[in-house]
């Protein structure tokens, strides 16, 4: 809660309390000090609160029993007869006390060695008054008590000496040998409260004062004992809040003083749901002010108690076995409150991590994820690209999402993927933009900006469901602090280009089964021969392709990631174990390189472009009565076996026409070839830095080379 929010919500302090200023302290009439004058200074009989005549009339025995019994009172903030307590007029803690002039001059000068001790008394009683209202805070409200019962003992010593001034045994000399070893404690006591009240301290503040005064005062081992005293008393109520978060995961904090903020606005849900989901990093976060005392253990506390909230909001009961002397109900100098954080740090830990590992079964998620995203089971894919072709051919626009579910389903439930218990997660989504759209509206990947050729592809005109589909998962909490919105956006940005390249494989396939029932037929002409070369080297390239995605990229970064995941110790890791393993996917899979992903995708687009040209090489050198045959999108050799060939008489006439196929079936090799050859300058400048280039330039670049 914010500290002005709690403040607001605080109950008021009853008004009869701050009416009545004998019931505070405030009574003392203000005076002004004018530049020149003392502090303490003497001031005519007149003028002096409830004398019948001056001092000075007495005799100088007389004198000391009345300045005796008036120091008395004015140790304890009550004026006397002879001298008067007045607050300097625009300064709420100064204070200035007033003598008779006609005061004997000893007892003058006896006095003013007391004024000092009276005036911190009266600032310290002020500061217990007003910082046991409620909008100041539990630790205010600690350290006033402490200071009450402080005070509370030297008025029972001022009532010691008022008793023996009663029995004629307390001179002046006596009263000042008894109150002047007070006097260093009590004004640097005084010091502290000024200090509170001038910067109107709360919370870890008054703490942290606390602390440096007491270190200030490392040569006064009286001073410096009181003053730790004074800050383990006023940090009992600090730990109290302390001790409910590392050990339940909640933030009992009514006034806003606790170093960990909580933002509720943000919500577990928003994990699925948005890219950008900061609930993990902010909804519980650390303030700027935090007791010295336990700023090396802040991250640590912060990340025990988000594990422990956690755990409460799974509905798991926490069980953490707390010891009477494992309490922080202090902070000595002995440090085994730090002890005590530590043990919550890694029973909550431990525990968390068994319950996301265990119960929601964490290893299995992202076993099944890798089926179906990065698909290392493939059976269901073959099936459900031939059953949705069609509606995948479409406009994006123009897509039914709920018929690709329905074929994805079947798919799922007629392969080995229906053995999987995590099928029924898997949801199609059609995105609206290209990959490589995507990715540049994705701000916060380290995509490389500085590549000269970046914007040699252009966006296409229209794209189809081919281009844009991909798969969705349904992850639960906790698992979506691992499986978060990003990551899953990482997964698909990954899916899409394989199933892309998965795509482009199946029509060259088609295209080389073209090739096969041609040869099947004896039909070896030049036309047939060359695209049947370039058609097996676009082949060898997409293979090369998959291959390295799969098993160079893939799967050596999934095992490195699994066998961390097996002795990671916290969540926290767990979740930077993973996170780990995708962004170097994405940048192993080139999609954190728009030069070369670009590059990778203008030669996908001439395949593409290649393996539909095929239909016109089949219609050049075939019976056009036997057209019909060839109308599916997906030939094999079995077609082939019903069709005539050409006479001389037809190959003749048709002759021009092959000519032409045949410059339409080089220019496709040309384009390829310079595009594949392309490549080779983009990886070796970047192999450098990047070692994965090269393992990618082994296996494409030697595409071309058996021409």
Request: net charge neutral.
């Amino acid at each position: 809660m914010d500290s002005a929010a709690a403040i607001s919500l605080c109950p008021s302090t009853p008004g009869w309390n701050l009416d009545r200023p004998f019931l505070t302290g405030q009574f003392y009439q203000e005076t002004k000090i004018t530049p020149g004058t003392t502090e303490y200074k003497g001031v005519s009989a007149d003028s002096s609160s409830g004398a019948d005549k001056a001092i000075g009339c007495y005799h100088a025995t007389i004198q000391e029993l009345i300045v005796i019994d008036d120091l008395l009172s004015t140790l304890i903030g009550i004026e006397a007869r002879y001298i008067s307590i007045k607050k300097v007029q625009g300064k709420e803690d100064d204070i200035t006390f007033q003598v008779d002039a006609s005061m004997d001059l000893a007892l003058q000068e006896f006095a003013k060695r007391l004024f000092p001790l009276c005036k911190s008394y009266i600032l310290i009683n002020q500061f217990v008054e007003t910082r046991s209202q409620f909008k100041t805070g539990l630790v205010n409200h600690a350290f006033a008590a402490a200071l009450r019962a402080l005070l509370l003992d030297y008025q029972a010593m001022v009532a010691q000496l008022e008793h023996q001034f009663r029995l004629g045994k307390l001179s002046i000399q006596g009263l000042w040998f008894y109150c002047q070893q007070m006097i260093g404690s009590m004004q640097a006591l005084s010091m502290v409260v000024k200090k509170a009240a001038a910067n109107n301290c709360v919370g870890s503040a008054v703490l942290n004062l606390l602390q440096s005064q007491a270190k200030a005062m490392a040569g006064d081992h009286v001073v410096r004992s009181l003053l730790e005293k004074m800050s383990q008393s006023a940090s009992t109520a600090y730990l109290g809040i302390l001790e409910r978060w590392v050990y339940e995961g909640v933030i009992d904090d009514p006034y806003g003083e606790f170093f960990i903020a909580e933002n509720k606005s943000l919500q577990k849900e928003s994990l699925t749901q948005d890219y950008d989901a900061k609930y993990w990093q902010q909804r519980y976060s650390l303030k700027d002010e935090i007791p010295s005392f336990l700023a090396n253990a802040a991250e640590t506390i912060l990340i025990t108690g988000k594990y422990l909230n956690v755990m409460r909001e799974c509905g798991h009961s926490i069980q953490i076995p707390v010891a009477e002397k494992s309490k922080l109900t202090s902070a000595g100098s002995n440090h085994h409150y730090l002890e005590c954080i530590k043990s919550a740090y890694d029973f909550a830990s431990g525990e968390l991590l068994n319950l996301v590992k265990n119960k929601y079964d964490l290893m299995g998620k992202l076993q099944s994820i890798k089926h179906y995203l990065l698909l290392d089971q493939g059976d269901f894919l073959v099936h459900f690209m031939d059953t949705a072709r069609e509606e995948l051919m479409k406009k994006p626009d123009e897509i039914s999402v709920e018929k690709l579910q329905s074929l994805l389903d079947l798919a799922l439930r007629s392969t080995a993927a229906g053995a999987d218990p995590c099928h029924e997660d898997l949801l199609c989504c059609v995105e609206r933009t290209t990959l490589l759209k995507r990715l540049s509206t994705l701000k916060d990947l380290e995509i490389s900006r500085s590549a000269p050729d970046s914007n040699d592809l252009e966006e296409p005109l229209s794209i189809t469901g081919l281009e844009t589909f991909s798969l969705n998962y349904k992850v639960r909490w906790p698992l979506s602090l691992v499986i978060s919105r990003k990551a899953l956006t990482k997964y698909q940005l990954i899916f899409r280009f394989l199933f892309h390249c998965k795509h482009v494989d199946r029509q060259l396939s088609g295209a080389w089964q073209v090739h096969q029932g041609l040869r099947k037929l004896d039909m070896q002409g030049t036309t047939v021969s060359v695209s049947s070369l370039l058609c097996r080297n676009m082949l060898k390239f997409i293979n090369s392709l998959l291959h390295y995605l799969t098993f160079e990229v893939l799967e050596p970064n999934w095992h490195v990631m699994l066998s961390r995941l097996q002795t990671a110790k916290s969540i926290d890791e767990v979740i930077q174990y993973h996170d780990f393993f995708l962004d170097k996917c994405l940048r192993e899979c080139v999609l954190l390189s728009p030069a070369l992903l670009k590059k990778v995708e203008r030669l996908k687009l001439i395949c593409l472009q290649y393996a539909a040209a095929m239909q016109r090489l089949i219609t050049s050198s075939l019976d056009t009565t036997d057209n019909d045959t060839l109308s599916n999108d997906s030939p094999s050799i079995e077609k082939y076996k019903n069709l005539k060939l050409r006479t001389p008489y037809q190959m003749r006439r048709l002759a021009p026409e092959n000519v032409t196929v045949l410059e339409s079936v080089l220019k496709f090799e040309k384009e390829f070839s310079f595009e594949l050859h392309s490549l080779g300058p983009i990886l070796s400048s970047g192999s450098r830095a990047e070692p994965y280039l090269t393992h990618l330039a082994q296996w494409i670049l030697g595409v071309g080379k058996d021409q």
